[in-house]
């Protein structure tokens, strides 16, 4: 593990407005800089960069990190080739890390547990696997016929690291000695059955590796070549995957699709390598499930326009309506979703093999908004002309309706459903027991927000100025009754200034942030340091630090004094009463 102290050193070496500025243009903006964000679409700049406090900020889709994260989240670097990436820029020499690796490969002997074998590991093998079946590629004649016929280059099989799993139940033993290791099965690579006999997971099949966000191979989805079923097999749940969340091609297309500023996302793996060979490079794909609610928020971070292209059968169909389902939820005014259909009988591989890129891309530009899809499908086998079929469109168009929280939208589909119904929008807002429409509007331009609780003023004040946890009182965190996410962050922002004293050297620590990457508390901690992008000198510290500190005191003594009134008056310690006696005076 790389030391703390070193990545300080490191960030307090390395300008991030340099460090983003060899990947993007910034522009000054008083004292920060300013650009179009690079991890969404969008057209007016809400990615902000602080060279003050060595942190980048998008106000508009949330990303956030130091120049590590930077690293890490647009050039798709792991954390150590980040960090050695960085220190290289610098003069810096990252201290060497210990590892037991024999032959290129992690020594796999005695794992029992998957606590006892770190993601790094996971990682390695899912990249020695990857080897392997580019390896098997090469020499079957089959796999190489397979490609070929469906129009597959060699660069493009190299580029999408295509493989060959071969046939055969053990063929992973030859570069595993110990096939018996706990970590194959961990990850997904070999199968056992109900005898413990062992075996390969993927065999006679076509491979395509699954990279997650980072750009690391956290899965595999396999094709088979003979009749066997099922036609593609995906790696189970592990560590590293969850089919969920993943899309394939994601990571690789990220840059494609800012730049054309819309996704397209298909069904198969086949159908995003032929388009990617096509021209057609911003494409996605499902991992043979349904489209989740996951899947379409990671996709809204990315650009405004999502357009899912589904075959035009009835299974397409059937498809893209799911897709509508969990998209609802996830719909922000703003953005748009749209749904395209091949005819039937074809694919998205095949259609554009046949008739081309210009072709291809014609129908996408065609695509139903999800309005129009949505009423479309819910008007399919219902006259409209009877009261009875407008009946039926209102009570199947409820529970869709119920799920839309984008304002606009709901308002606009609210009155396109009255007027297929013929049924005023005032009356379907009380037929269908929905929030009225105009409760959706944003209330924070009328109301005041929430103050900031002093907890959140705390970490705020100590990421801006980590020497203020000299003055912070530890018996009042210790004994806060109250047990919150972000006390919970605080506690541990304080335990990390704590081990890591030389923070304490700087007035900002964007180091935190990079410690905290995969702790549960990273997003509160994130949008209480964007928080503090505005602070300048004529913010007073040193009030808001003891206003915040007042602030917790009173409220421990409120939790103490509700605690002492909800026991009996005869189970109280005469100690306790007076300490009542004393908190009802002060409180009083």
């Not at 102290?5 to 991030?16: A, H, K, P, Y």
């Not at 063929?171 to 099965?185: G, K, M, Q, T, V």
């Not at 998209?327 to 009988?345: M, R, T, Y």
Request: charged share 25%; with cysteine.
């Amino acid at each position: 593990m790389i030391p703390q102290s070193f990545i300080q050193g490191l960030l307090n070496r390395v300008d991030i407005v340099d460090v983003i500025e060899r990947h993007m243009p910034l522009k000054k903006s008083g004292t920060n800089y300013i650009a179009c964000c690079p991890f969404h679409s969008e057209k007016t700049p809400s990615f902000t960069v602080s060279p003050t406090k060595q942190f980048y900020h998008c106000f508009g889709c949330g990303a956030h990190g130091s120049a590590v994260g930077f690293m890490m989240e647009y050039v798709g670097m792991d954390f150590v080739e980040a960090v050695n990436d960085l220190a290289s820029r610098v003069g810096m020499q990252v201290p060497v890390q210990k590892k037991d690796i024999r032959h290129g490969m992690p020594d796999f002997k005695g794992c029992r547990q998957n606590k006892e074998n770190s993601s790094q590991d996971l990682f390695e093998v899912m990249n020695i696997v990857t080897r392997f079946y580019r390896e098997q590629l090469k020499r079957s004649e089959r796999g190489i016929a397979y490609l070929k016929e469906r129009g597959l280059t060699g660069e493009t099989a190299a580029r999408f690291a295509i493989g060959y799993a071969p046939a055969g139940q053990q063929n992973l033993a030859e570069i595993f000695p110990d096939y018996h290791s706990r970590i194959l099965l961990e990850v997904g690579v070999v199968s056992e059955s109900g005898e413990s006999k062992r075996y390969d997971r993927f065999r006679d099949r076509i491979m395509f590796p699954i990279l997650n966000q980072k750009g690391r191979i956290a899965g595999f989805g396999g094709r088979v070549l003979g009749q066997n079923e099922p036609k593609y097999l995906n790696s189970p749940e592990t560590p590293l995957f969850e089919k969920g969340r993943e899309l394939y091609n994601l990571f690789t297309a990220r840059r494609a699709i800012r730049d054309a500023e819309r996704v397209i996302v298909v069904e198969g793996y086949m159908d995003v390598v032929v388009l990617s060979q096509h021209g057609i490079e911003y494409v996605v794909a499902t991992l043979g499930t349904a489209t989740t609610p996951h899947h379409v928020q990671k996709l809204l971070r990315q650009t405004d326009n999502v357009l899912f292209c589904f075959d035009g059968d009835n299974a397409g169909r059937k498809a893209a309506w799911r897709a509508l389902e969990n998209s609802l939820a996830q719909f922000v005014d703003g953005k748009n979703i749209g749904f395209v259909f091949l005819p039937e009988g074809e694919d998205p591989d095949s259609y554009v093999r046949k008739f081309g890129k210009d072709a291809f891309e014609g129908l996408i530009n065609q695509a139903l908004p999800l309005s129009v899809f949505l009423f479309k499908g819910l008007s399919e086998g219902i006259n409209l002309q009877t009261s009875e079929g407008r009946a039926k469109l209102v009570q199947d168009a409820k529970p869709l309706l119920a799920k839309v929280v984008a304002p606009i939208l709901a308002l606009m589909l609210l009155k396109r459903l009255a007027e297929l119904s013929g049924i005023s929008q005032d009356e379907l807002e009380g037929l269908l027991q929905i929030r009225r429409v105009s409760s959706f509007l944003p209330r924070g331009r009328i109301l005041r927000p929430n103050p900031i609780s002093p907890c959140r003023w705390l970490i705020q004040v100590l990421l801006h100025d980590p020497g203020y946890i000299l003055r912070l009182d530890r018996k009042l965190l210790s004994e806060h009754g109250e047990s919150t996410e972000e006390m919970a962050a605080l506690v541990a922002l304080v335990e990390f200034i704590d081990t890591h004293p030389h923070v304490m050297e700087n007035t900002a620590i964007p180091s935190a942030i990079t410690y905290f990457y995969n702790s549960p508390h990273r997003s509160l901690l994130e949008k209480a340091q964007s928080a503090t992008l505005s602070w300048d000198n004529a913010i007073d510290l040193e009030a808001e630090f003891n206003g915040a500190l007042a602030r917790l005191r009173e409220m421990q003594r409120k939790q103490r004094m509700t605690e002492l009134q909800n026991k009996s008056l005869s189970a109280l310690t005469s100690d306790e009463k007076q300490e009542l006696q004393r908190l009802s005076v002060f409180l009083g």
